[in-house]
């Protein structure tokens, strides 16, 4: 295939009288496609359906302690539950605090109690002028979400293969005190599907920050969500290499089951020094008598041990894997070559990244749905909804069906040409 | 029996050489006995379980209009669970928000948002230099905490047989526009089981505060535990008396199922007008992605309809009845006509409240703990764990069995009696 950059006006005129035909044939099917979110599948949730049988009528309520799950008691999580996160989320299990159903929920409160009491003993964000978090780019709209809730400025830092610009975020929090904060999915992240090599990793926990209540928010969504088993990205114990630099309370690590279980009715844990923790777990004192320790027992029973989640995640894999391979097999097929777009190759998480040319992200997304599929919204992935370059859209792949998934894929790649060409036209 | 007060000297040193010798023995007795909170007994959570079969690998797991609970989606509960919270609080679904496990983490929250955020456009309350909360005395110490941890200022209101000193209300939310809220537990209040009266509840909604901010925070905590069949106290629904006052915003109530199912893995619900349940709509979809719908579904399944939890708390009532009467009995008989005590009757909720003389509060709770019973710390029932009359004690006969409250509130008797003789003596 020419690149479509190489092609003539009349070419591309052809071209798009061509795409624009096929465009209308696809909007005649009455598609009705979602790809906006990293949801499960329904095979995927059906497959733990077990989790149901796991404590019935008869079931034994206490925890390996004695603690009755069933009343009122134990702030932090049941041990078990603890050791069990701890694995999943590579720290140990003294590190870790288990919370309720969904790790954002820990974040935007770790965030909320920096607004109004500071991080160990420092002035609370809401008292000063201005707070700034690093965002690297793209990334995950709910953090941002967070940010701008709070009025907490966003600045954007490049994404690499090996995770985000180091260079930039050394001298970024190394001159300015008012910069409290980086967000990280450090492993198949959030859309790109990177993860932090451990140079990148060491460098984050040997960063030097102008301000003492400057936290790393090191959301490990995808901790155990490979998508091959020879493929497998793993990264640093953030934790143990802040210890080592001499920064332990410099990072928070948020993790869940939501995509392990079930979507919103996991477990969520969140691991850091222990300072960082007493000073959680003050203020959890004040919030709440405790979590669902139901629900904590009920995944301890279910897996038992770290080996019995790994194997239920390559369960996961085997059904989520023909979905991706899908989407890049069109990708490839469909847009190689054409220098009209660039999409990452991801070994687990949620996610591809697909960049188009500069300026044509709304477009795809919005001709996408206007023929029925509905992807997250472009600029989603940056700061404030602005993709500088309006050209990174998120595909999720997980919730569709593989057929679904290769008519949307069809469909994607069709609105990108048809898009691509248009643009093409514009500035000839 | 003759008052204690009209003892002489001499009567009264060989009253404390005889209790001394009791309380020696009482000790002897190696007791552990815990009245400190109000839990539910493992009878009462014994027959819930049933609940863990409610829902097995077989269950159709989507609601009523078709959503699967198992993944992502719906932010504010799932549509039946909303009805069964609003019988429950006695408002319409409509009014309802169904959250987490936890109705005190939503009053936190809802605190915490108007210190960031304020109150629907109000100045955040972070940004003023004072905030104040009023506060019927005795209340409950968990509302207390969330206001110190916020440093915000606690105004003593004393409570009566109908609910708090509406006069001393009225006045002061009028005149003061640094007062942004009070806290009620309008039914079976915490700790002396008092139920506001309709007089009291009208005026509530017909209050004309100072601040545009100003809210009601309306802890329904025991609106279905009642325990009696023939004597329930039953409360106006604040919502409807708000509005019809032209104050429809000026009420949150908070509830759960927590000491209806299991304490801590229930579901617990907002209910308040459609303006203030749009801006916690709003900073919900920040904080969280939903809470667990499959606890919601659970709930739903297991009662069916209102008329099954009312049979259900009919039968907590059976198991906690015996112990409430069993203190009653024991406080009746021994400290009768003594003039050194004074305690509440309730028809329904957690507690009984005791009002010991001046000054003898903590001696009380000290002496029972020396013997091997924790209570309610003294104090506890009042803002900043202050009680300026050192005199109530909350007893909580919930968890022990009728055996354990009957050996329990023996001792207390005792307790009571001996640091009153005490205190008598020095002022002789």
């Known amino acids: 295939m020419k690149a479509y950059q190489e092609l003539s006006k009349e070419e591309l005129l052809s071209l798009q009288a061509q795409l624009a035909a096929a465009y209308e044939d696809a909007k005649g099917k009455g598609l009705k496609l979602d790809m906006s979110r990293g ?3 329904i095979a995927q949730l059906n497959m733990a359906m077990d989790f149901m049988d796991v404590i019935n009528s008869e079931s034994d ?6 603690v009755d799950v069933r009343n009122y008691g134990v702030l932090d999580g049941i041990p078990e539950s603890k050791r069990l996160m701890a694995d999943i989320m590579g720290v140990n299990a003294d590190n870790v605090i288990v919370c309720g159903n969904a790790s954002l929920t820990i974040m935007f409160d770790t965030v909320a109690r920096s607004m109004t009491h500071g991080v160990l ?7 000063l002028d201005r707070v700034k978090f690093l965002c690297p780019v793209p990334g995950y709209d709910r953090h941002f979400s967070i940010m701008e809730y709070f009025g907490i400025e966003m600045i954007n830092v490049p994404m690499t293969p090996n995770g985000p610009d180091m260079d930039m975020v050394e001298r970024l929090v190394a001159q300015d005190e008012s910069i409290k904060g980086i967000w990280c ?6 859309p790109q599907g990177y993860s932090y090599s451990d140079e990148t990793v060491k460098r984050f926990a040997a960063l030097k920050p ?31 290499e802040c210890e080592k630099a001499g920064n332990a309370d410099m990072v928070y690590i948020f993790g869940s089951t939501s995509k392990v279980t079930f979507a919103g009715a996991g477990i969520a844990a969140v691991a850091s020094s222990k300072a960082n923790l007493d000073a959680i777990r003050k203020s959890m004192t004040i919030q709440t008598i405790g979590y669902d320790k139901i629900n904590q027992l009920c995944h301890v029973r279910y897996f038992k ?32 070559g054409l220098g009209i777009g660039q999409w990452t190759r991801p070994n687990g998480g949620y996610f591809i990244s697909f960049d188009a040319m500069e300026g044509c992200a709304k477009a795809i997304v919005s001709k996408c749905k206007e023929a029925g599929m509905v992807l997250t919204g472009a600029g989603a992935t940056y700061p404030y909804g602005k993709d500088p370059k309006d050209s990174n859209i998120r ?22 040409k048809l898009v691509s060409v248009e643009k093409l036209l514009e500035e000839k």
Not at 307 to 323: G, N, Q, S, T
Not at 400 to 415: H, I, R, S, Y
Request: with cysteine.
């Open 121 to 127: 003993g420092s002035t609370p964000w809401c008292k």
């Open 395 to 416: 595909i999720a792949p997980t919730f569709p069906t593989t057929e679904e998934m290769e008519m949307a894929t069809e469909l994607f790649v069709l609105c990108v």
């Open 185 to 190: 999915v450090p492993k198949y992240s959030n």
């Open 39 to 41: 949801k499960p599948s």
């Open 61 to 66: 309520m206490r925890t390996e302690d004695g």
């Open 305 to 336: 041990n770290f080996e019995a989640v790994k194997a239920h995640m390559r369960k996961h894999a085997e059904i989520m894997r023909p979905k991706f391979e899908t989407v890049l097999r069109i990708l490839d097929n469909e847009l190689g």
């Open 210 to 240: 102008a301000a003492a209540d400057f936290r790393i928010y090191w959301d490990n969504a995808y901790a155990v969500h490979h998508l091959y088993d020879d493929r497998q990205d793993e990264i640093l114990d953030i934790l143990t």
